[in-house]
């Protein structure tokens, strides 16, 4: 059974930075990892994902701002956020798959493993 792990988040001002962190219970290198994010009442928003290959992809709302990492042999994932806003306040989830398949804009449903999320508020 493979279990993911959330840490890093916390609150900071508009303008600065955070780095979340996401450990992955397996030495099974996942096709795609992936950071979501879900405000109370809101679908949850796919935000960055990483191939296995390191090749990267970002929501709009992040390009340029946030970079997605990660470290197969540690089985660590990263994201590092700057320039935060307060539309970036939310509960930010790691997720993972192993199946060769994944759908742009990122969904969901294309992810069988995920952590239980880290809170990042940010305030103007």
């Known amino acids: 059974q493979v279990q993911l792990e959330e840490s890093g988040g916390g609150s900071v001002e508009t303008g600065g930075s955070l780095n979340l962190s996401c450990t992955i219970s397996?030495?099974?290198?996942?096709?795609?990892m992936a950071w979501f994010r879900q405000t109370p009442g809101k679908a949850r928003e796919g935000v960055a994902a990483?191939?296995?290959?390191?090749?990267?992809h970002y929501s709009d709302s992040v390009k340029s701002r946030f970079t997605i990492s990660r470290d197969n042999a540690k089985n660590t994932l990263h994201l590092r956020m700057n320039s935060l806003k307060p539309d970036d306040t939310a509960k930010y989830y790691c997720?993972?798959?192993?199946?060769?398949?994944?759908?742009?804009?990122?969904?969901?449903?294309?992810?069988?493993?995920w952590g239980q999320g880290t809170q990042v508020t940010i305030s103007s």
């Open positions: 397996t030495t099974r290198s996942p096709f795609i």
């Open positions: 990483v191939y296995k290959d390191d090749r990267t």
């Open positions: 997720a993972a798959d192993f199946r060769g398949v994944a759908s742009f804009p990122l969904v969901p449903s294309d992810f069988n493993y």
